[in-house]
């Protein structure tokens, strides 16, 4: 299999520095706007690696670099607002494509906390026809949450219930960054874009709807040592993913932010620094957003300074296979000090990075097939689970006292 690998930032890097020990992998392209970003990345990988310099909103370029470099499939591992050129770059020049985000949503102009307007990935799945009529698959939310996370649903449905209540998508960490006041572990302007916008709920017999950000508080109790944490919903792709493919009478997603994160966020939007909309500072147009993300550290460089562990997992409640009430927490934990270790990666973003590989393996070996735009509920679960222990970080099942 040949990959062009658009974005060599901290997920980027993880992904290359993962893939490089795999066989199954042919020849990788690292392509980033920067081309000493994409060498970085391609270096600390092996001789498969090539780097290029990439504009990743050129359609028209990205296409012709699929074709030069006869690629198999696009890896998109860089922020939401470059998810359609690429999508559509990749249907153009024929290859099949995978994304670790979907594409963006724009709320509601009249009800936004109450009804939903463009949802995640409605662009992406407009065009899915097109992808079957050329016979090409485009696997879309493909990283740890979502990615992993809707894996975790499949399997609850196909192994462990007869019956699904609520599947509740739930991530929680205990990482500590030394010598910041404030350092997101994550892309801020991801971060800033999932948390803002109004969260999106999904019940069966109402279907998808929204509330106010940081709406219903709950207490959840993480494993691996993290404990009870405060999570709230946000805006994320499970919950526009898992209903297409599982069958559940509610689907959720809430983060363990904190009162701190959280008044954050609330003080960068009051003070309209959560924008994308350019503004003029002096003779240049800059978009706000983009400013706070300067300001703040790359958390791809922050792994020698983190310590901790980060979950991300799948709370599924209903009727299990033998008839009686059932509650699961379906996890995937991952220490700080072992992936700096072992991938030189810090945890949120290895976690991230190792499921798109894993998914690309059972492409590559066909054990994963189908054609369209689909998400990861499409396919079968097991050997997806099988293959991510075989990288270092196994995933756990926690049953949990009914409620």
Known sequence: MRILLVGAGGVGTAFARTAARRAVFEHIVVADHALDRAQRAAQAASDRFTA??????????????????RCDVLVNAVDPRFVMPLFRGALA?????LDMAMSLSHPHPEEPYAKTGVMLGDEQFAMAGQWEDQARLAIVGMGVEPGLSDIFARHAADTLFSRIDEVGVRDGANLVVEGYDFAPTFSIWTTIEECLNPPVVYEKDRGWYTTEPFSELEVFDFPAGIGPVECVNVEHE???????????????FKYGLGDEFIGVLKALHKLGLDSTTPVLVGDRTVSPRDVVAACLPDPAELGHKMHGVT????WVKGT????????????HVVDNAWSMAEYDSQAVVWQTAVNPV?????????????AGVLGPEAFPAQPFLDLLDDH?????????TVR
């Open 320 to 331: 299990g296979k033998d008839g009686r009430p059932r509650e699961v927490y379906l996890h």
């Open 392 to 400: 270092g970080a196994p995933w756990g099942c926690e049953e949990r």
């Open 93 to 97: 020049a024929g290859t099949h494509y």
């Open 358 to 370: 894993v998914a690309l393996e059972l492409v590559a070996s066909g054990v994963w097939s189908g």
């Open 52 to 69: 290029v310099q990439l504009d990743a909103s050129d359609e028209k370029a990205v296409a012709e670099l699929l074709r030069a470099e």
């Open 238 to 252: 499970e919950v526009l993913l898992v209903p297409r493919w599982v069958e559940a009478d509610r689907v959720t």
């Open 311 to 314: 979950c991300a997992g799948t």
